[in-house]
């Protein structure tokens, strides 16, 4: 996918431009792009743009939310279509406390959906207790944790803490956002097992992580 393709398509979310935004998608499929891979060939990287622009300061907190707002109104003609029979697999996913955009969320969710897994979505603006409890009571090994403010994706480290003192090292949390796209280091500073840029790398690392389960369990 052309990288000025993708940049279109972030321009049509800075410009809160929706309509913009769906002719961009429509003229990638009709070009023969299948509606498999929008999501990692034109939405991921427009969004990794966006949340690059905000990390570097070229645009404010209310640009970048206004922008999120149409990135989630188009966020249904880049999914993947379905899917799978049900693979046992639970994943916790949530957006982490005080950060309120939920496209990555949402979308990472709906691409694990549509694969078969058992998806919990936490919400918006959750707090490490919560991963904790949601995780105690579903018995998952799999947190995905989604930042978009920079403050809030280094305060992801708080689920890593939450989860090792209460005796769940061996559980495996993923992170999505802005800042950890931006910033390769974020990652393993907030304690992740590995970063998540797209719907496709969501299936690859949870697939990955759900195989070294079962081996673990077979032991």
């Known amino acids: 996918m052309a990288e000025d393709t993708a940049a279109k398509l972030y321009q049509a979310f800075v410009s809160e431009d929706p309509s913009s935004a769906i002719s961009v998608i429509e003229k990638v499929k009709a070009s023969g792009v299948a ?7 034109l939405f991921a990287p427009a969004m990794s743009m966006l949340g690059g622009a905000w990390a570097s300061g070229a645009i404010d907190e209310y640009a970048f939310t206004q922008a999120a707002v149409v990135a989630e109104q188009i966020a249904s003609f880049v999914t993947p279509p379905s899917t799978a029979q049900d693979t046992g697999v639970t994943v916790l996913v949530g957006a982490m406390h005080k950060d309120y955009h939920a496209i990555s969320k949402n979308v990472i969710g709906a691409a694990l959906k549509e694969a078969g ?5 936490l919400g918006v603006d ?3 207790a919560e991963f904790l409890e949601r995780l105690e009571e579903t018995g998952s090994r799999i947190v995905i944790v989604t930042a978009e ?3 809030a994706a280094h305060a992801a480290v708080r689920v890593r803490e939450a989860l090792a003192a209460a005796g769940h090292e061996n559980v495996v ?3 999505a956002g802005g800042p950890f796209a931006a ?3 974020l990652a393993k500073e907030v304690g992740a097992n590995g970063v998540i840029h797209g719907a496709e790398s969501a299936l ?3 697939d990955r992580v759900a195989q070294d389960i079962l081996e673990e369990g077979s032991e």
């Open 183 to 185: 910033d390769s280091a």
């Open 35 to 41: 509606q498999a891979d929008l999501f990692d060939q």
């Open 204 to 206: 690859r690392l949870v």
């Open 126 to 128: 959750v707090r490490p």
């Open 149 to 151: 403010p920079v403050g």
């Open 117 to 121: 897994h058992r998806v919990i979505d």
């Open 173 to 175: 949390i993923l992170v």
